[in-house]
């Protein structure tokens, strides 16, 4: 059994429902209008999905082991975990009464008095009243709560504004306080890493070691994830569901001395308009960020900088080598005011892929360049420093395309290793190529594609007014986002449907493929949708060295979305599981509307088909 709060004082909880919680409560998730929520689930469910299980507001009380008809769900209900767990014997449940009569049929306890009181199947509970009654099955809880909490103690007075409107506003708050929970998250965390560190051992396929780049790049990154989890003070999650749209938001605060909140006060932001900036072409993700830093705290610089510091590259590199390629460096990320990243794959095809990046940047020109300079010197350094990654030396030559002067550089090039070389045909193409150009002084573009689909076609596109402001269902993803975003994503579920398993054959082809070395690169054909989406986007903004980020649906898109990901996920799992080369894979149908849905299932309850409701699917 565990801890429950029955919150007696309706002018406390209506003007604050989290005024009895402490400041340093380990977890609280608070409800503040459970049965309206659960009514417009539920109507949006009966219409989309009419063999789904619907919820009802009592399915909450469950692990409290109260009975139904209790507790008044039309006002805000909280549960605070005292330790850093959701184990029930440390879940406390404040809440309105509703009827007390099932539990408590002689009334309330005294103020600040425990009595027994009877639950579930005549399990016994523990009622207490200071201002507020407690009703616990453990006595452990209801110690923290035996002092009334102070104003200045109480969790309200540390939320920060967007904490509050997010409490205030959602259907469903949650709120972690990290340092209780960092003994947790930190050995999961360094799981994480050291996985990250595996992968780019395997990537390298080295004879006996990690070659000494991916160990010192490897270490960098894992350094500075392992900083965010160590400096992170709140971790805040809410849903809000409106009928029309589902929207999931996170929020995060950092120790305020710390090197996370300096690097997040350092970012601006310019208002930078992607949509007229990035081209309407077909998609699977796209990244903006609006994002200007220091060349001090640009990521760039400081991995330039740690690298070229290596004895292995001080022995290959020349000083004045080294030294302009940091100038050039840090003066190209002092300019930057802005990045994108656009990853598809071959118009009219779901193979192979494309990767399209623009820098916003003063004297974008000069900016060509000074990229051709630092692919061409940093590749030669790579290709020293990282052995067995098989990196080869990148040389650009000069081209035209009308009035627009760029440079290109194979993707592969006589010194590419050869497993490298059919890694880079399998995802790109045989004929792929590096491409730099300024489409203006103020826009650099860089393309990783086929060779006929460059800087050129998307120059040519952005100049005929042909940008995402044409994709309309990419525009209302857009839409939903908050206006002031500084990252914005959005992903084309479809896309990624139809793209994902050809990807991932490709990838199992090509592993295979690496005992026979003469071998070609097996072709990998497929249909895109018809039509972009459904879409789903992202966008964060930074403030006062807190992030803020905010994911958004259309309620309409999500019976779209579960069928197109259900189909994805059949037709992985084919892929996977035969480990064939390669062949003809059949994308995935324009999303439909679908009639049924698997059933969610609620905590407790059995799984369908199992005895209860309707046969399972």
């Known amino acids: ?91 406390a449940l404040l809440f309105q009464p509703k009827n007390l009569e099932p539990i408590a049929p002689e009334g309330c306890p005294p103020d600040g008095a ?126 809000r569901f409106d009928g029309e749209t589902l929207e999931l938001a996170h929020h995060h605060t950092f120790t305020r001395n710390g090197a996370v909140r300096e690097y997040l006060n350092g970012i601006r932001s310019n208002g930078l308009d992607f949509s007229s900036l990035i081209a309407d072409r077909r998609f699977m993700v796209i990244l903006a960020l609006d994002w200007q830093v220091t060349a001090e705290h640009s990521f760039s610089c400081r991995v330039m900088d740690m690298l070229l510091k290596q004895p292995v590259v001080q022995r290959t590199a020349v000083a004045t080598q080294r030294e302009k390629l940091i100038e050039t460096v840090h003066d190209m990320s002092g300019r930057t005011q802005g990045l994108y990243m656009v990853l598809g794959s071959k118009q009219g095809d779901v193979f192979p892929l494309e990767i399209i990046s623009g820098t916003l940047m003063t004297e974008a020109k000069r900016g060509v360049l000074q990229a051709q300079y630092v692919h061409e010197h940093s590749s030669e350094i790579m290709a020293s420093f990282m052995p067995g990654m098989g990196y080869g030396k990148v040389k650009f030559g000069p081209k035209r395309c009308g009035d627009l002067d760029y440079r290109e550089a194979p993707l592969v090039g006589p010194e590419t290793s050869e497993s490298f070389r059919r890694e880079v045909a399998a995802l790109y193409g045989e004929k792929s190529s590096l491409q730099i150009g300024a489409i203006d002084d103020r826009h650099l573009l860089f393309t ?15 100049k005929e007014g042909r940008s995402l402001k044409k994709n309309e269902a990419a525009q209302a993803a857009l839409a939903r986002l908050p206006k002031s975003c500084q990252i914005a994503a959005l992903l084309d579920v479809g896309e990624v449907a139809a793209t994902l398993p050809a990807l991932t054959a490709a990838t199992l082809a090509g592993r295979m493929n690496d005992a026979a070395p003469g071998a070609p690169a097996t072709a990998v054909k497929g249909t895109p949708p018809a039509r972009p989406g459904p879409m789903i986007g992202w966008g964060a903004t930074v403030e006062d060295g807190r992030i803020t980020g905010r994911l958004s649906v259309a309620a309409a898109d999500l019976p779209a979305i579960g069928e197109t990901v259900r189909e994805m996920a059949g037709r992985l799992l084919q892929v996977v599981g035969t480990q064939s080369a390669p062949r003809d894979i059949v994308p995935s149908r324009p999303p439909a509307r679908p009639g049924v849905a698997p059933r969610p299932r609620m905590p407790g309850q059995p799984r369908p088909g199992g005895g209860q409701g309707e046969p399972g699917e």
């Open 1 to 91: 059994m565990a801890l429950v709060v029955c919150v007696f004082s309706a002018r406390l909880l209506a003007a604050d429902p989290l005024a009895e919680v402490p400041r340093d409560a380990a977890a609280v998730v608070v409800f503040p209008n459970l049965a309206a929520t659960t009514e417009r689930l539920n109507a949006y469910l009966e219409k989309n999905f009419p063999r789904a299980q619907l919820f009802a507001p009592d399915d909450v009380l469950d692990s409290f082991d109260l009975p139904r008809g209790v507790v008044d769900f039309s006002k805000p209900v909280v549960i605070v975990s005292t330790r850093a767990t959701m184990a029930r014997e440390h879940l």
């Open 114 to 239: 425990i009595q027994t009181v009877s639950g579930i199947g005549g399990k016994r509970c523990l009622l207490m009243r200071r201002g507020t009654a407690f009703v616990a099955g453990r006595r452990l809880p209801l110690q923290r709560f035996l002092k009334q909490v102070s104003k200045e103690q109480g969790l309200p007075a540390s939320l920060d504004p967007v904490q509050q409107a997010l409490a205030r506003d959602s259907d469903v708050f949650v709120y972690f306080w990290s340092p209780a929970w960092r003994d947790r998250i930190r050995p999961f965390a360094s799981l994480a890493v050291n996985a990250m560190k595996l992968g780019m051992l395997e990537s390298a396929k080295p004879d006996d070691a990690m070659p000494e780049g991916v160990r010192v790049v490897a270490d960098w990154a894992a350094d500075r994830v392992m900083q965010v989890v160590d400096e992170m003070q709140t971790l805040s999650a809410a849903v």
């Open 448 to 462: 990783m594609a086929d060779e006929k689909h460059g800087v050129c076609e998307v120059g040519q596109a952005l």
